[in-house]
């Protein structure tokens, strides 16, 4: 019997995935449970298993096309057997393209009239080879009809006079990236306040822990690692910030389960990366750190799981190390808030009438203002400050 | 309403494309004359497309039944009566004929008997045939006066010996042999019926290959069906004479890969490329642009001067009734102010012969040559059920593609039914389907137009019968 293989649902927001890579060719034998294909969703590659034995009859989705979730993408049996006839069709993957940029908001009917693009099937297949929404194309046939003259006339309009190194086509990580971004934007009423502290402390902290795991041949801590600590002990106390708006509703969180934002650079995911520390609240630094390495490494070499990169209840992002001294992130949708961490960079200050060389940090907080004001956001910061400047300990 | 003229249209010609220009523009309200100093339907309908039909429908016949081992008839002493061949022909024109002297009464517009000469952007003078004149004035003049038969350098036609198409329609005796000079359409389709005729038939082609102007791998099946039809194909062969000789004969020398050929035939038919019939329209006076004796126009019909139009062979390019027919309306609704535009891309090209021929969009070559990434799907007859249950072996369907798009360029047919087949691969064209699309529509089985759907289907290897 044939078996299907679909693509898989990760997440309920998953509304489709990217074929990464076939790792076997149709007529190969494949075993139950054994990789048969990496697929991104998410941010996430992943290695879907084969749902049963025998051999890969069809592959019916190429490489880096996308695929609805639930659509079958192979077909697994025995050796000459009839495969459905099925393709990821040029259509359907325009009318999911179309469903996926329909502003969330937009009335049902109109959101209707956007799905049932009139074009013929050229200039869909033209549009989609120049990687352009079809519904941004106004058609000039019969009824409103796009043809294939009027995308070559777009194209034509929408030709950039400037020389163009490279195209790159968003996709992947990057347009999930994308998608969030403007979402966030679109959807969240965006506050940021900044606050100085004084790094002396962590500084003296990571300097001591470091020289001690350092001398046990292993990578130290970073200053990321010492701020999800404190935020975390600041977030137990100020849980409003550690929430999200679901509806009509703010849910708060009891978890404190902070990502982080970093920069990968691998051969099986590269971008920005959320890497989630669960339970944070809960972990010592050493154990923060640890874990924070242990999933970059995962998603670097294609192995992160779900888990490792979802369930966030607030995000840091460090762009320090860059010698950025302040800046506004954006929130990571729907988490409340996001704290953004700059330089640590040594200043003059006057402690008690005197000017004193201290090394200064500035945390900026982007928050949600629908469901969190001003004074409990800066109440969160100044327990933070004082948490970094006084109190923390690994 | 014409205001200050007497006709808001006058039109030139009432062949195909010009009755049809005024039909359209009377169906648009405008007033409109019509100029011809011949017969009503032009040379479509009296000397060309209709009466060479009949011919080939009584060809048809006659090559079915010269086959018992095929069809299992066996009909003895098949004998022809030209006489009664020729009446029929004439009875269809005729009645056709009466069909467009009716559509013209009932589209109240003016008939015009005589010739007619430009002599202002908004006059035309008539000569009639009793020498008698007069001069129409008309807000726009449609030009759609046609072509006529080749004259060429190395002969002088007779219509005794050395025959034009126009002359060959009307023989009255079916001769011994044939030479027809021109392997394009009309060359072949004349070939085919004078050698059902029982004439013993040659070809001379100036080109490399039959049917020129067509997708390559047409022209070169052709040639061999028209070898196991027993007609003679020369093609590469340029004729430099042909002279009726003292013995009621013709002597034709021709070269052909630097070799002279000698040889008598009783008579010679002259098949090669119309002429335009520009001359004594005065339009070098008014300043119509022409090249090379045709009228330019571009896609709306205008010629150079505004308000006059130009359609059908006149005008060159694709010289078929059909071209003219939508030329015509194309011509009517600008001067009604549509905006209308010819798309030459989706016009068909058909051969009547059996097996049929028929083309539309580009060549294989036309489309490599434009920089297309070409991939080609085709599917042979001897492969379809239909073609086997008719007892039809020869032909194939061929859909030229743009790799990266689908786009389908071109589509070449031959094969029974092939010129009413290619009607749905041009609209799949004008609907801007891919091979995708045209591959995946249920055909009826059997059909000769499921092999248009496995050519389809081959572009991207998906055939199923082969």
Redesign the interface.
Known sequence: MVTDLVMPRYSLTMKKGTIIKWLKEEGEPVSKGEPVVEVEADKVTTEVEAPASGVLLKICAQEQREVPVGKPIAFIGEPGEPVPEVEVG?EEAVEEETAAVAPARVPEREEKEALRVRA????R??AE?HGIDITLIPGTGPGGRV??EDVLQYIELHKDIRAVKEVIPIRGIQKTIAEHMSLSVKTVAHCSITLQVDASRIVEMRRRISAEIEAQGKRGVSYTDILVKAAAKALKENPIVNSTLDGEQLKVFDDVNIGVAVDVEGEKASGLLVPVIRHADQRSLLEISEESKAIIERARTGKATHEDLTGGTFTITNLGMFGIETFVPIINYPETAILGVGAIVEKPIIVQGEFKARPLMNLTLSFDHRVVNGAPAARFMQRLKKILEEEITD | MAGPFSYDVAVIGAGIGGYVAAIRSSQLGKKVALIEKDKLGGTCLNWGCIPTKTLLATANLINEVKRPEETGIHAENVTIDFERIRARKDAVISRLVDGVNFLIRKNNIQLVPGKGTIVSKNHILIQKANGAEETIEAKNIVIAVGSEEPKPGYAEIDEERILSTRGALAIKDIPKSLAVIGGDIMGIEFAYIFKAFGSDVKIFEEASSLLPTLDSELGRTYQRILKKNDIEVHVATEVKSAKARLNGKVGLSAVSKGSLLELETDKVLIATKRRPLTRELGLEKIGVQTRDGFIVVDEHMRTSILNIYAVGDITGGKMFAHAAVAGGIVAAENIAGLGSAINYKTIPTCMYTSPEAASVGLSEDEAKQEGYNVVVGKFPLLASSAALAMGEREGFAKVVCDG????ILGVHLIGPHATDIIAEAALAMK????A??LGSLIHAHPTISEALMEAARAVSKKTIHI
């Not at chain 1, 013929?120 to 200039?123: E, K, Q």
């Not at chain 2, 609907?431 to 891919?434: A, F, I, R, S």
């Open positions: 040029v013929s099937p050229l200039a297949k033209l080879n043809t294939r | 990266e798009s689908g786009e609907l801007e389907c891919t995708e699309e």
